[in-house]
């Protein structure tokens, strides 16, 4: 029966097809509805677009790059404005110099104390202490620093959630507040509860394992339709990209996580049992 459905699965998203279509219907139908769609820099520098319908289109990179430059291609062609979030993973350098060079906003998809904590093996809350926290963020400062240098200004962050960042319970957004802002030079990082709190409605897609349903409550259509002022649209290139060998590459990436989950699931039980 279980290997039934894991086959099922498999076959599943295996032949997935593209929804790239359906994104773009998606931006079709908020423009024809009066939308300003835009990134999140340039909602901000615009101090949130007052008297206009908004949506921050926001895209995590978390392993497709060459969906993400597909997405941007369709974004380019409506004229309108997002923003990319690449880790350094997917931090491919024609792709990202081709999105920002026309105006949309690109920047680090930071995974910093994830990286940190596996590299120290560090399985646990109790274990990331200040000096932990204080070294992060001076990894983070020159990260950021490294794509700058590479990329142009950073104005905004936004944090990756990894797999070691559930097993310790901290997300790497720990490391930023409005002193690092300061020293960073940076608007925001995209999970501060301040600016959150300035979107009517936040809605994220979701993977194929939970048939790509909308979360958070409503869909993109249903917010749309009820005219909410300011909505927050976060989506990931790898939930609309598909196609045969896309597909292929996704299982092998999820096969390799996977195996790093039960790595180190194994590794934080025998800690647990010799401590
Ligand atoms: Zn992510």
Redesign the pocket.
Same mark, same amino acid.
């Given at each position: 029966m279980l290997l039934k459905k894991v086959i099922g699965n498999i076959i599943n998203k295996l032949f997935q097809p593209s929804r790239l279509e359906e994104y773009s219907s998606l931006l079709d139908f908020a423009i024809s509805n009066g939308y300003l769609l835009t990134s999140l820099a340039d909602w901000y520098e615009n101090k949130f677009y007052p008297g206009r319908k908004v949506i921050v289109l926001r895209h *995590?990179v *978390?392993f497709n790059p060459e969906g993400a430059y597909k997405m941007f291609l369709i974004e380019k062609e409506r004229n309108i404005k997002s923003t990319y979030y690449f880790?350094w993973s997917t931090a491919r350098e024609k792709i990202i110099r081709a999105i920002s060079s026309v105006g949309f906003e690109v920047s680090l !998809?930071y995974e910093t104390l994830a990286t940190y904590c596996r590299k120290y093996k560090i399985y646990q809350a109790g274990l990331v202490s200040e000096e932990v926290i204080k070294d992060c963020r001076s990894i983070l400062s020159k990260e950021v620093m490294d794509f700058e240098f590479k990329f142009g200004k950073i104005r905004t962050l936004s944090s !990756?959630?990894e797999i070691w960042n559930m097993k310790v319970g901290i997300p790497n957004h720990i490391l930023i507040d409005t002193r690092f802002y300061k020293e960073l030079g940076i608007y925001f990082e995209t999970y501060d509860q301040n600016v959150l709190s300035k979107f009517d409605k936040y809605i994220s897609d979701s993977s194929i394992k939970t048939n790509h349903e909308w979360q958070y409550g409503l869909t993109p259509t249903e917010a749309i339709n009820n005219q909410i002022k300011c909505i927050c649209l976060l989506t !990931?290139p790898h939930h609309w990209d598909y196609g045969l060998m896309q597909n292929i590459k996704m299982l092998l990436i999820a096969l390799r996580i996977k195996l790093q989950n039960i790595e180190t699931h194994i590794y934080c039980k025998k800690s647990n049992n010799f401590n």
């Open positions: *995590d *978390d880790r !998809h !990756h959630g !990931h």
